[in-house]
């Protein structure tokens, strides 16, 4: 097979690979909403997402806090589509993350309230708990592999060629 055509194949194939991970980036940020805002003591920030227990069971919220002091702290509370409180927490460090589950569909809320003395940069997330591997991660990683061994390959014989004189 001539080298050019292999650089070409294996171009593609990366190429492709590239995008199905761009394209699997982009659905994992699809399942979370984010809010990031100034917040000023003794004031509050909602952060909501509809959730559905029937796409996945797993929910999380995370918190995070831009330069977190000694004795700040935020308190956490989420609230189901039914408002009922399904989590309570006061929040003491930077970056914070924990489980929940989605038990009903409807709007979930991550509701955050500025208990420090201080005015805080805080981010909050909510959503669906990204999920394992899959199959399409393992092609993904295999399509990669292949195109850039191609794309080596290509190249070595390519560089090869190149050294060697041309007798006609």
Do not use: C
Not at 24 to 45: F, G, K
Not at 56 to 84: C, F, R, T
Not at 119 to 147: K, R, S
């Amino acid at each position: 097979m001539r080298p050019k055509i292999i650089l070409i194949i294996s171009g593609i194939l990366v190429v492709t690979g590239m995008l199905i991970s761009f394209l699997q980036a982009e659905n994992e940020v699809d399942n979370l909403a984010t809010v990031q805002q100034d917040l000023p003591q003794s004031s509050s920030m909602n952060v909501s997402k509809s959730l559905d227990p029937m796409k996945s069971k797993d929910g999380v919220y995370s918190i995070q806090i831009s330069d977190v002091k000694e004795g700040d702290s935020l308190s956490a509370a989420i609230i189901d589509p039914n408002g009922n409180v399904i989590i309570a927490k006061s929040i003491t460090k930077s970056p914070f993350q924990e489980n929940f589950t989605v038990s009903s569909a409807g709007t979930y809320e991550l509701k955050i309230q500025n208990t420090a003395q201080t005015d805080m940069q805080v981010l909050g997330i909510i959503g669906y708990y990204p999920q394992g591997a899959t199959l399409l991660d393992v092609f993904d990683i295999i399509i990669l592999i292949i195109g850039l061994s191609g794309l080596a390959i290509g190249m070595m014989y390519l560089i090869k060629r190149r050294g060697r004189p041309n007798i006609s």
